[in-house]
């Protein structure tokens, strides 16, 4: 049996998806920015997932752009926005356990010029609106906290950091990779300024993604040349993948209550499973506020690669953490930020579900996990000397 349970990394491609997909490579072939009938039917193709998009989150059509991934989303906010409000000051708020796309371009702006404050989380991986009220100054341009963790699955107080945010005047921008698709978003509600998404945490093709950008909130161009995207990124749009995002956060967000409810379902059997039958585990992340899909342990005393080896034996994916940090050797930044040890958080193993999981491959990691767990624990020195 196969059971992938990384969905954090990449979910597979809808169907659907895929078949709205395919007429942009063979039939409706044209570049949008063509006046020919080829050009306007790729354009229509265009517009549509812009709609499909504004309607998702709640915006306004011209406050969608479109980009290659959350990552570049990520950068364009934090870049743009320490270039455009350079004379009002230089001061950024975030947080620790944010996504690397935010960290390595917070490290950048403070080696030009830039000051910022990493807020510290508490053991569920939560910041309070209060602590960002508090870290707010003068120079203050720009608060950026994720809407859900990616590691660990903590959701944040969005709605509550942005009005403190806005009451203070400052921009705010959150990096729901994670979340697009998995919990409700409303960004005029919430009062989100600045939103960045990828289409394929949710089902949707890679190397597309979204900036939203509020209605009267001008960034400078973060790719220059044509005029695509009302001349904010420029360059001929991958109208295939824009098509294929559009269809899966409209297939993603449709039912999205009664699709959180069956995949939590088997989120909480996966927890309760794993905490009947080995013993020395913890739960990483917030238990309630937390994202439907999401489960992360620590399993004391082995390490989590070994186990993550033996479980791709078995046939089940999971992973350590961040796919973007796979290759690193160092413990989660997110999990020392809550306060694990390194030798803890060394054994930590996050397995993220999608509306395609089955209650059948629940059973079958239930089945194996705590076998390979006590295999493994059977080799450790640490097991044996504690």
């Known amino acids: 049996m196969r059971v992938y349970l990384d969905n954090a990394a990449t979910t597979a491609v809808a169907p659907k998806v895929v078949e709205a997909?395919?007429?942009y490579y063979t039939i409706f072939y044209g570049n949008p920015s063509s006046v020919h009938a080829f050009g306007q039917e790729a354009k229509a193709g265009v517009d549509h997932a812009r709609a499909q998009v504004a309607k998702a989150l709640g915006a306004k059509e011209d406050e969608i752009i479109f980009t290659g991934c959350g990552t570049e989303s990520d950068n364009t906010v934090l870049l743009g926005v320490a270039e455009k409000y350079k004379s009002k000051g230089n001061h950024i708020i975030t947080t620790a356990i944010e996504h690397h796309a935010i960290l390595h371009?917070?490290?950048?702006?403070?080696?030009?010029?830039?000051?910022?404050?990493?807020?510290?989380?508490?053991?569920?991986?939560?910041?309070?609106?209060?602590?960002?009220?508090?870290?707010?100054?003068?120079?203050?341009?720009?608060?950026?906290?994720?809407?859900?963790?990616n590691e660990i699955g903590t959701i944040e107080p969005i709605e509550e950091i942005a009005k403190v945010c806005h009451e203070k005047d400052v921009l705010f921008h959150t990096d729901a990779v994670q979340a697009v698709g998995h919990v409700p978003i409303d960004v005029h509600a919430m009062g989100i300024d600045f939103l960045s998404l990828s289409a394929h945490k949710f089902h949707g093709p890679k190397g597309v993604g979204v900036l939203y950008c509020k209605k009267g909130?001008?960034?400078?161009?973060?790719?220059?040349g044509g005029a695509?995207?009302?001349?904010?990124?420029?360059?001929?749009?991958?109208?295939?993948?824009?098509?294929?995002?559009?269809?899966?956060i409209e297939l993603a967000t449709t039912d999205l209550p009664a699709k959180m409810r069956n995949v939590s379902r088997l989120r909480d059997k996966l927890m309760a499973g794993i905490e009947a039958s080995?013993?020395?585990?913890?739960l990483n992340g917030h238990r309630t506020e937390r994202l439907?899909?999401?489960v992360n342990y620590s399993i004391r005393y082995i390490e989590g690669e070994s186990i993550l080896l033996m479980l791709d034996m078995a046939g089940i994916a999971a992973s350590s953490g961040s796919a973007c940090t796979s290759g690193s050797l160092d413990p989660s930044h997110v999990l020392l930020a809550t306060g694990l040890t390194h030798e803890v958080a060394h054994g930590s193993v996050r397995m993220s579900l999608s509306d395609m999981t089955t209650e059948e491959e629940i059973d079958y990691v239930l089945e194996k996990l705590p076998g390979i767990v006590e295999k493994l624990r059977a080799m450790s020195p640490l097991y044996h000397a504690k």
């Open 21 to 23: 997909m395919l007429p």
């Open 105 to 149: 371009t917070c490290e950048y702006l403070e080696k030009h010029g830039c000051e910022v404050t990493y807020l510290p989380v508490d053991e569920y991986g939560r910041v309070t609106a209060e602590q960002v009220a508090a870290a707010i100054k003068d120079t203050t341009i720009l608060v950026s906290v994720m809407f859900a963790n």
């Open 217 to 224: 909130i001008r960034l400078p161009s973060f790719i220059m």
């Open 228 to 248: 695509q995207e009302s001349r904010r990124r420029a360059g001929t749009e991958n109208v295939a993948g824009i098509v294929g995002l559009g269809e899966a």
């Open 278 to 282: 080995i013993p020395e585990v913890r």
């Open 292 to 294: 439907p899909n999401n």
